[in-house]
């Protein structure tokens, strides 16, 4: 069994399974958190941006490590990290140690995702890939999508420290199956030395793009920082570039975007990202705050998104192997934007077996999206860069999923700040305070009414009428913004094509 592909799938799944639950599974227990430790919202948002954080800033440089050290080592220290940094949390006593274990965790989960690309890779002949990373992409759909469910019940039914502690025994069986299963797949050309110089100024141009769009709807879009930040970004990546141009054994060989498929494929990931991450995060309080529903009742509102990625996942590797990646790309985020269209038509009446609808098509434009363009960044990279692509594709989600939540976090917010004071108003509600109603429009961003203590029930019944339809028109803007990204994905998709898994690429060192 030992070097098996599909049961190195099985082993590198359960890693994988264990990281993309924590990107969201940690969200339903994050008010159970802040009051057991005190904490404030602004500790509690960083127990999720410490994370992501950590983990868009360092996959590039920890896929390198996979095409240095070896894929099986980083997925081992990866897996055996991950866990241990979680049991770490779960018996945190203060929200700095949570914090800082977060951040450790997103440091590992760094090594481990790049690294089970690049087994998967270096395992399954060119013919059977697509398969193997549609089982990949649906472990990680699953995951990402089952994640507030079962947070809700551990949540609910233990304790949040058991949030975290569920990570163990999975790390265990990951460390364990591993130390079994996983061949040791080197390039015979893989790199020799390392890219320090690369390293620092691609991960100090990561950290400032990731950190602007995480403080931008704090700070605001028109703030000094927020520019300052984006201006030092933009600074990093043209040095990494020049630099990447005159060293040896860069860190990524700019020859790589000379393939226009895998440079279409890292667009693609961003863009799809953009429109589910960004899309999905205003579900969520939709379904919670404005509908009334239970953390578990809003996770199983969503299980038609989590099947149709399930079961179209595989079916979509298939398809892709067949046909090629381009039609199923490009169908899959046209229905992707026909789903997020019709979203925009979600309102408080809203039944379920409607939203039903919208969700199962979600799921099923985005299958194949996750797995073909998994497929032509990484089938279309050289075997001794294989870790690298891997690394790009994760980071193009992690920054595509910042980015979506920032610039329609943005557009919510323009659009209830703009709206609230007019409908306020034609309720014929007593007129607020500026400060009164810069905290009225936070709660209003995220679907809660602003009703005050002790308020008449008229009165109380008509400001939530009035925060819930604001929240609405703020969501369905929203909402058509990701369908116009899923529509630009459609054009961009076009530009790919199956990946070549050639070693011609391994020259491709200086542009």
Same mark, same amino acid.
């Given at each position: ?32 958190? &802040? ?9 509690? &948002? ?23 050290? *070896?894929?099986? &080592? ?34 590992? *989960? ?18 059977? #890939? %697509? ?9 990680? !759909? ?18 949040? &420290? ?62 000094? +920082? ?21 060293? +040896? ?25 953009? /429109?589910? #991450? ?10 919670? %705050? ?31 192997? +067949? ?27 809203? *039944? ?43 980071? /193009? ?11 329609? !976090?943005?557009?919510? /917010? ?25 905290? /009225? ?55 790919? +094509?199956?990946?070549? %898994? ?10």
């Amino acid at each position: 069994m030992r070097g098996h592909p599909w049961v190195t799938l099985i082993t590198v799944a359960v890693g994988v399974m264990m990281v993309a639950l924590d990107g969201t599974i940690v969200a339903i227990a994050n008010p159970a958190i &802040q009051k057991d430790l005190h904490a404030s919202f602004a500790d509690v &948002q960083w127990i999720t941006n410490g994370y992501f954080l950590a983990l868009a800033v360092s996959l590039i440089t920890a896929g390198k490590l996979g095409d240095r050290f *070896g894929h099986r &080592q980083t997925f081992l220290i990866g897996v055996t990290g991950f866990a241990a940094a979680s049991g770490a949390i779960g018996l945190s006593s203060t929200i700095a140690m949570v914090v800082v274990f977060r951040v450790l965790q997103g440091l590992f *989960g760094a090594l481990l995702m790049p690294a089970a690309l690049g087994l998967l890779r270096a395992t399954f002949p060119a013919e059977k #890939l %697509n398969m193997a990373i549609g089982i990949w992409g649906m472990v990680i !759909g699953a995951s990402t999508a089952g994640g507030p469910i079962l947070g809700g019940v551990l949540v609910e039914h233990v304790n949040w &420290q058991s949030v975290f502690f569920i990570n163990v025994p999975v790390g265990a069986l990951a460390l364990v199956l591993g130390l079994l299963i996983l061949l040791d797949h080197r390039a015979e050309n893989a790199p020799r030395s390392f890219d320090i110089p690369g390293i620092a100024l691609l991960s100090g141009a990561m950290f400032c793009l990731v950190w602007a769009l995480i403080k931008a709807p704090a700070w605001g879009w028109g703030d000094g +920082k927020t520019w300052a930040f984006l201006a030092g970004s933009v600074l990093g990546f043209v040095l990494f570039a020049v630099w990447e141009t005159k060293v +040896k054994e860069p860190l990524i060989p700019l020859g790589l975007f000379r393939s226009v498929p895998l440079s279409a494929g890292v667009v693609l990931m961003v863009l799809m990202a953009i /429109a589910f #991450l960004g899309g999905l995060f205003f579900v969520t309080f939709y379904l919670q %705050n404005v509908h009334g529903l239970s953390p578990i009742s809003a996770g199983l509102h969503l299980l038609p998104l989590t099947g149709m990625m399930i079961v179209g996942s595989p079916l979509a590797g298939a398809l892709i192997t +067949k046909a090629g990646p381009r039609i199923p790309l490009a169908g899959g985020m046209a229905v992707t934007a026909l789903a997020m269209f019709g979203m925009s038509t979600l309102d408080t009446g809203t *039944g379920s077996a409607t939203m039903s609808v919208w969700f199962a098509l979600l799921g099923l434009g985005l299958a194949p999206v996750m797995v073909g363009a998994t497929e032509v960044i990484v089938g279309n990279a050289p075997m001794e860069l294989s870790g690298v692509a891997g690394g790009l594709q994760q980071a /193009a989600m992690q920054i595509g999923g910042s980015l979506g939540t920032a610039v329609l !976090g943005g557009v919510m /917010a323009s659009k209830v700040d703009h709206a609230l004071p007019g409908n306020w108003k034609d309720a014929g509600l007593p007129p607020l305070t500026p400060a009164q109603a810069d905290q /009225a429009s936070e709660a209003v961003q995220v679907g809660v009414a602003p009703v005050p203590k002790g308020v008449p029930a008229e009165v109380a019944a008509k400001i939530t009428s009035v925060a819930h339809d604001t929240f609405i028109s703020g969501m369905s803007l929203a909402s058509l913004v990701a369908a116009g990204v899923a529509v630009v994905a459609v054009l961009v998709a076009l530009l790919t +094509k199956r990946g070549v %898994n050639a070693e011609a690429g391994a020259g491709v060192g200086h542009i």
